[in-house]
């Protein structure tokens, strides 16, 4: 980036009133996404001096349009996340041999608004461990796989995590299994609920060591924003309170109060522009009237989710980069990681009433390393929750599967069981294997006329033993914990997910990876690349965290970059 | 003292600490205009929208079938039809042909087994006929809509007085304080 380190002695003065910013100006950044990293991109490099637009496909919501709580329209209608299939479709196959199809549902979930997914996800705030980096030095190679260690490890990554603890807030006290810490965190856990009772009797009852959940939920006002009200709508729905700590509540205010952050919002990004020396000059989107703009730009991070990412980049080829840009590797797009899941349900004698509160209270990692002598890699963590625990969600889908589907005896046993019902979620390890991707569909388009997103997935074999392994294990659990009746889903292959990773993943190699260790693409060197695409492998689910560590780092070395004209 | 006595706003004020509640009065205009439309056709018994007189009579019967009337409300009380016929205008206009038409041949084939419409059959004939078509689309999409318009915000037009809440033991309280449940209040039972 050249002069930047002038353009941004000058920052302030070129931000006119309300901080807009001109297409024609040539802004020090554009961040492309508004959520889990491209919030805390926005911050750092603002507060840092640097012009900062920030464009966001969804709409801008404030606290005040979160009420009343509206399962109808963020669940069912997915009003948040793309609202309907037609506007924003997917397709989805098991193997490159087949031709990909529309579902009745999206595939690859993803908030589409101001904030992103971060302001409707469940807030689980699992760190890595350190095992999460080096698994492939630790166990060795597994064939048909890309398994490999990341290019960098736990200590690295640790002063970044306790910033988003203190930075983001997060609830929780120090368990059993956590990785070494250089502060506690800001706040005490959240009062525990019937299912973290349950949970921990029966874990205590195995010899097992559970521990309160970490949740980016204020458990008391923090960093000037609410403590929680435990309302029960957490998880696909946003905070009314701001007590959720999305990049609405925290991050992004932050950025526009330096004066040099304009977030454009309804604002759908199609190309980003390169020129003869191979470095983007300017982003193209079209505004919410649907007209074609283009923002000039020293230079760009890339921080859209998983899905969004690879799709930009593959839809960005051009005369010198035929297969998309930033993939002289071939490997934007490949890797896709999902976390796989095990879902086993209880149903007591007496109400949990777990829809009040956050989504869960108490969890285990007692099987989170992979043990090869099981005869596969794996592992995870469970939680307690109930899975759906709001009443539309359970009318649907709460049920055991030979329950009654209507009538009186379906009435009697969803009234019973509402209050009484108790999910065992087991968040699990999910192998990066090349031939799982996204890429672009070549017929199917959205409401824009951008290609649809296609996925490609199919669970690696030691991913569905894992699955089985940890369904057993909850089984078990809900018998130790007193469950009347339990019944657990089939181990069946992986069709949806809101976890999107791997599909940039970082390296030191070229050949091998799409990003390094400092995310900056290795073609593209004034392009940075940063969110769940960029992960090596897949951890035990919970990556928002690790993607906003991530985020908090990169933003670090991105400024030391730009301000010694190195990019 | 009791939480449940509070309203939302006063127990934001005892609960201290509170910041930025200009988000309260914010929240004020957020129902929209649709449901409130929805809501007051409801309380009219203004015509329907999407559905036809007789198609309405048809999806209220089947829906009175999904969550019957017992002891308690069932779809019936809860104005699940109004719910389906505001949702098929907005949201769901996407499946409103299948319901529209699905209603029509659901009295088609009543007609064709006893020379009745529906909602007329004996109670088992109604059930018998239900079952019979389980697996179409038509059932299964009325199926979503009548747990939908059971469960959702009464906003829509369907859990009149939220029957459909009230049923499952749900509150759309807005706050809670610990306990929140059975075990964990034994918890607090025996430390305190």
Request: proline share 5%.
């Amino acid at each position: 980036m050249a002069n930047t380190h002038h353009s941004h002695q000058g920052a302030a003065a070129t931000a006119v009133s309300g901080n807009k910013f001109s297409t024609t100006e040539e802004v020090d950044f554009v961040i492309v996404g508004s959520g889990a990293a491209g919030g805390i991109m926005a911050k750092e490099l603002s507060t840092a001096g640097f012009n900062v637009v920030v464009l966001e496909q969804g709409k801008r919501y404030g606290l005040g349009d979160f009420l009343p709580h509206d399962e109808w329209m963020n669940s069912v209608n997915q009003k948040m996340m793309g609202g309907s299939l037609a506007d924003t479709p997917q397709t989805y196959r098991e193997t490159e041999d087949e031709e990909a199809k529309e579902l009745s549902y999206r595939p690859l979930m993803y908030g589409q608004m101001v904030g992103g997914s971060s302001v409707l996800y469940g807030a689980n705030f699992w760190r890595f461990h350190e095992v999460d980096f080096k698994e492939r030095s630790l166990l060795g190679p597994i064939k048909g796989t890309g398994f490999a260690d990341w290019p960098i490890d736990y200590q690295e990554l640790e002063p970044y995590y306790t910033k988003v603890d203190w930075e983001m807030g997060v609830s929780g006290e120090v368990g059993p299994f956590d990785p070494p810490r250089s502060k506690d965190y800001p706040m005490p856990p959240l009062p525990i609920k019937s299912s973290g009772v349950l949970l921990k009797k029966a874990a205590e009852k195995l010899g097992l060591k559970p521990f309160a959940a970490p949740m980016a939920i204020n458990s008391t006002a923090f960093n000037n924003r609410a403590p929680c009200m435990h309302c029960g709508f957490c998880s696909g729905h946003p905070c009314e309170m701001g007590a959720k700590s999305s990049s609405l509540s925290t991050m992004l205010p932050l950025a526009e109060a330096t004066g040099r952050c304009e977030i454009r919002s309804e604002s759908t990004v199609f190309n980003i522009v390169t020129n003869k020396q191979g470095r983007v000059t300017q982003v193209q989107y079209w505004d919410k009237d649907g007209n074609e703009q283009a923002q000039r730009c020293k230079a760009m991070v890339l921080s859209a989710n998983g899905a969004e990412t690879p799709r930009l980049l593959l839809m960005s080829a051009s005369e010198s980069h035929k297969n998309g840009l930033a993939n002289s590797s071939g490997l934007v797009g490949k890797y896709l990681m999902l976390n796989a899941e095990a879902l086993n349900w209880g149903v007591f004698e007496e109400p949990l009433n777990e829809y009040k509160s956050v989504l869960t209270t108490q969890v285990i990692h007692d099987f989170y390393d992979a043990d090869l002598s099981k005869g596969y890699y794996g592992g995870g963590g469970i939680d307690a929750r109930a899975l759906p625990n709001t009443p539309i969600g359970f009318a649907l889908d709460g049920l055991p599967p030979e329950a009654p589907k209507w009538g009186a005896p379906y009435k009697k046993m969803v009234a019973h069981n509402f209050t009484r019902t108790l999910t065992l979620f087991s968040h699990l390890t999910s192998l990066a294997m090349e031939r799982n991707s996204v890429s672009l569909d070549p017929k199917i388009k959205d409401k824009w006329g951008r290609p649809a997103i296609r996925m490609t997935y199919q669970d690696h074999p030691d991913d569905l033993k894992n699955m089985a392994f940890f369904s057993n294990k909850a089984s078990e659990l809900l018998d130790a914990a007193g469950a009347v009746t339990q019944w657990g889903t089939p181990i069946e292959p992986t069709r949806i997910a809101a976890h999107l990773l791997g599909t940039c993943r970082m390296g030191d190699d070229p050949a091998t990876s799409v990003v390094d260790r400092y995310h900056r693409s290795h073609d593209v060197k004034n392009l940075f690349i940063c969110d769940g695409s960029s992960f090596v492998t897949s951890g035990r689910g919970q990556p928002t965290m690790t993607i906003m560590a991530l985020a908090f780092r990169a933003a670090e070395h991105i400024v030391r970059f730009a301000k010694n004209n190195d990019i | 003292m009791d939480s449940k006595q509070l309203t939302r706003r006063r127990f934001m004020q005892a609960s201290g600490n509170m910041v930025g509640c200009a988000w309260l009065t914010l929240s004020l205009p957020a129902i929209s205009a649709a449901s409130q439309e929805a809501q007051a056709a409801r309380n009219n018994n203004a015509g329907y929208r999407v559905l036809t007189p007789a198609q309405a009579v048809a999806v209220d019967a089947v829906a009175a079938q999904i969550i019957p009337s017992d002891d308690s409300p069932g779809a019936r009380e809860a104005g699940v039809v109004y719910f389906v016929d505001n949702v098929l205008q907005n949201e769901q206009a996407h499946i409103a042909d299948i319901i529209k038409d699905g209603a029509q041949a659901l009295d088609a084939q009543a007609k064709k087994l006893h020379a009745k419409v529906f909602i007329a059959l004996a109670n088992d004939q109604q059930i018998a006929l239900l079952q019979s078509i389980e697996t179409t689309p038509f059932f299964e999409l009325l199926r979503f809509l009548t747990l939908c318009g059971m469960f959702a915000s009464p906003s829509y037009g369907g859990n009149k007085n939220k029957v459909g809440w009230d049923l499952i033991g749900f509150k759309d309280q807005g706050y809670w304080q610990s306990p929140f449940g059975y075990y964990d209040a034994q918890v607090l039972k025996i430390k305190g």
